[in-house]
């Protein structure tokens, strides 16, 4: 059973930053997780989730929604079966719930989230 645990969300104020970890588990060998897409979505409150930052499996080419371009960055460590969002200068916009996503075919595994709150 693929778990994926977020880690690293919590309270920072306007400017500052956090880097958040995403650690997947029951994969039966490290090179199966690479494989995967990995994403990070976020949902802030009362409003629909959406993507934010996207890294493939290969190439490791990665995306990211126009509101954190030049602020964040997503990166993978596949002999740890982990995926990062390095997320600098939030903004109160950047409050939400951040979730963790591995996608291959028809395979789509999330975490429970952790909570982003930007606020002086």
């Known amino acids: 059973q693929v778990q994926l645990v977020e880690s690293g969300g919590g309270l920072v104020q306007p400017g500052g930053s956090l880097r958040l970890s995403c650690a997947a588990s029951?994969?039966?060998?490290?090179?199966?997780?690479?494989?995967?897409?990995m994403a990070w979505y976020r949902q802030p409150p009362g409003k629909e989730r959406e993507l934010v930052a996207a890294?493939?499996?290969?190439?490791?080419?990665?995306n990211y929604v126009d509101s954190v371009k030049g602020r964040f960055t997503i990166s993978r460590d596949n002999a740890k079966k982990t995926v990062y969002l390095q997320m600098n200068s939030l903004k109160p916009e950047d409050t939400a719930v951040y979730f963790c996503?591995?996608?291959?075919?028809?395979?789509?595994?999330w975490g429970q989230g952790t909570q982003v709150t930007v606020s002086s």
């Open positions: 029951g994969f039966v060998f490290a090179l199966t997780f690479s494989i995967y897409d």
């Open positions: 996503n591995a996608a291959r075919g028809n395979y789509n595994y």
């Open positions: 890294i493939t499996s290969a190439a490791g080419s990665t």
